[in-house]
């Protein structure tokens, strides 16, 4: 059974870092793209970052120059490093795997709180 598995999550100052991870478990064939989802109260669920199995990336603009997404294909890793974080900032961020087995499913992770306040 696969899982994805956040961590790194927490209580920042305006202007700190964070850096998020999430661990795919399970038997695994392989994994496609690899994204982080965030949701604030009140807001709808939206994507933040995305990173293909080659290494592209694409942001969402308001995290531009501020969030770094890359993965790790050994470990089956995905990071989200975060710095200059803003308030705006706080949600709950969501890892998300197109992820192969027998065939390709979509598989999100249980979320991870990140609070950025002073």
């Known amino acids: 059974q696969v899982q994805l598995v956040e961590s790194g999550g927490g209580l920042v100052q305006p202007g700190g870092s964070l850096r998020l991870s999430c661990v795919a478990s399970g038997t695994i064939f392989s994994i496609n793209d690899m994204r982080w989802y965030r949701q604030a109260p009140g807001k709808e669920r939206e994507l933040v970052a995305i990173i293909t199995s080659g290494g592209t990336t694409n942001y969402e603009d308001s995290v531009k120059g501020r969030f770094t997404i890359s993965r790790d294909n050994h470990k089956k890793t995905v990071y989200l490093q975060m710095n200059s974080l803003k308030p705006e900032d706080t949600a709950v961020y969501y890892c998300?795997?197109?992820?192969?087995?027998?065939?390709?499913?979509?598989?999100w992770g249980q979320g991870t709180q990140v609070t950025v306040s002073s």
């Open positions: 998300n795997a197109e992820i192969i087995v027998t065939k390709m499913n979509v598989y």
